[in-house]
């Protein structure tokens, strides 16, 4: 929960740059070039600032036909494509790279009388693109917003380019903010593999009866 949020330029993707950072660090292989996509500005500047370490790239970067990315991140607007996205940006990769990133969910303006239409965490985990990580992982978590006035929640929806139709005859002082994380990796050769349907030698059923009984 944000709380009592002063008003920044764009303080919902602020908070969601520095929690996609924090997932940065329980990274067993560190990143060095970075694929930034999506709402850049936020996230550049926390890796620039705390992991000097990391080059940050563009989708049009040339040195990617040489040298390719081994980290995708970052913040999807409203309108993305995720299945696009990620169709776009896999093959600047290399392989095992860890992609990260965030866009809003369904429980996002819950308090609003016409909020945009927005995914839920099962709709992007039935996505191709997504079916074509290695391990991944959906989840997501929730910020709460409130503000001093009327006028400081129109500055914030605009500051973030969301939709001011939502708050059409609205008078609220609270907004809820829900995040979509996407994690997993592109393929690679050394990741493990699920063994084969049937190949397993111990039956769960027989433990379990046998459990039973004892």
Do not use: C
Not at 4 to 13: H, I
Not at 42 to 70: C, F, K, R, V
Not at 140 to 145: F, V
Not at 169 to 176: A, D, G, P
Request: net charge neutral.
């Amino acid at each position: 929960m944000l709380g009592a949020m002063k008003t920044q330029a764009q303080p919902v993707f602020n908070e969601i740059a520095r929690r996609l950072a924090d997932r940065l660090d329980d990274l067993l292989r560190k990143p060095t070039r970075a694929l930034i996509t999506g709402t850049e500005a936020p996230i550049s500047h926390i890796i620039q600032q705390q992991y000097q370490h990391i080059a940050i790239l563009s989708s049009t970067d040339t040195s990617l036909q040489t040298e390719p990315a081994n980290l995708l991140i970052g913040h999807l607007p409203l309108s993305a494509d995720v299945a696009q996205v990620l169709a776009q940006a896999t093959p600047l990769l290399a392989p095992d790279s860890p992609v990260i990133l965030t866009l809003l969910g369904l429980g996002s303006f819950a308090e609003t009388q016409s909020p945009p239409p927005l995914p839920d965490v099962r709709d992007i985990g039935d996505l191709p693109g997504i079916r074509k990580l290695s391990l991944p992982v959906i989840d997501r978590d929730r910020l709460t917003l409130t503000f001093e006035n009327e006028a400081a929640l129109h500055r914030t929806f605009e500051a973030h380019g969301w939709p001011l139709a939502a708050l059409s005859n609205m008078n609220i002082n609270k907004l809820t903010i829900e995040i979509i994380y996407i994690h997993g990796h592109t393929k690679g050769p050394n990741q493990p593999q699920p063994a084969k349907r049937g190949s397993g030698k111990v039956s769960m059923v027989k433990i379990l009866h046998t459990n039973s009984e004892s």
